[in-house]
């Protein structure tokens, strides 16, 4: 098995109950697993989401916030306790992790984005894994989108992330099995997509629209990171947040979910 570098974007469907509190099987899962990747040798990135969701609930309140400043109020509560918990878990499996907190400015600007490269290389070379989330606290990119045109939901930062730090592979975990020819709730002739060469007008047509409340991200802005990872030379696959030891096969390459295959590479199927 080559060593991989391997950006991983977890999503807030996929962290948190329908109450908005933190799964916290599906979270230890999924920390299990990356910590075992991590102990094989590969180097791993965490892209988080789920403050914002999981600071409400702990607020007690029933629904999404929809004043900006509660938004990042409750983002402040909820980074804390996720960062506890992940920190936790990671340490019961002898593993390290590292928080890093982004705005659209450190990804934009070319000299802190180096500094961010480095900083992603030093914790990697220390067998660290880091943990991304956008700093909700004090950037609205994603909590307001359309503010900032660089960020605005973490499928966009972790293809942002894997472009900055020349990933191998970068795998979203959604509250579906992948790219759909229709949508699977409500087509039952819907096919799912293995492989993507490239985002040709068709494929792009078959993106949805966002899913629960809990979570910002739909198809549309999982096709755009895919334009951003491939673009950079990285893989990308999409596949379903309630099974991540499907984790072992992607990273052997084989067909679960949808790859989206980096420029200059062909599928198979």
Not at 13 to 28: D, I, Q, V, Y
Not at 126 to 153: C, F, M, Q, R, Y
Not at 246 to 266: C, N, P, Q, S, W
């Amino acid at each position: 098995m080559s060593k991989k570098r391997i950006v991983v974007k977890v999503g807030t469907s996929t962290l948190t109950h329908s109450s908005g509190s933190l799964n916290l099987r599906s979270l230890e899962h999924l920390v299990r697993v990356l910590s075992d990747l991590s102990g094989a040798g590969h180097e791993v990135i965490l892209v988080t989401s789920g403050a914002i969701a999981v600071g409400s609930a702990r607020l007690g309140l029933t629904e999404r916030p929809k004043e900006l400043r509660v938004k990042q109020a409750a983002a402040a509560i909820g980074q804390c306790r996720m960062m506890h918990l992940y920190d936790k878990l990671f340490a019961e499996y002898n593993r390290t992790m590292a928080q890093i907190l982004l705005t659209g400015d450190d990804v934009d600007d070319p000299g802190r984005a180096e500094h961010l490269r480095s900083t992603f290389s030093a914790l990697l070379e220390l067998n660290v894994i880091p943990v991304v989330n956008e700093n909700d606290s004090v950037s609205s990119a994603e909590i307001e989108t359309g503010h900032h045109k660089v960020l605005g939901d973490n499928d966009t930062l972790s293809a942002i992330v894997a472009a900055l730090c020349q990933a191998d592979l970068l795998v979203l975990l959604s509250d579906i099995d992948g790219l759909y020819t229709a949508d699977p709730r409500s087509d039952p002739d819907a096919e799912l997509l293995h492989h993507v060469d490239a985002l040709t007008p068709e494929i792009l047509q078959m993106a949805g629209g966002a899913g629960t409340w809990r979570g910002t991200g739909g198809m549309a802005t999982k096709l755009s990171a895919a334009r951003t990872a491939m673009e950079a030379g990285c893989d990308m696959v999409i596949t379903n947040g309630r099974r991540p030891e499907d984790l072992y096969g992607i990273v052997e390459g084989e067909a679960i979910g949808t790859r989206f295959l980096a420029a200059g590479k062909k599928g198979t199927s």
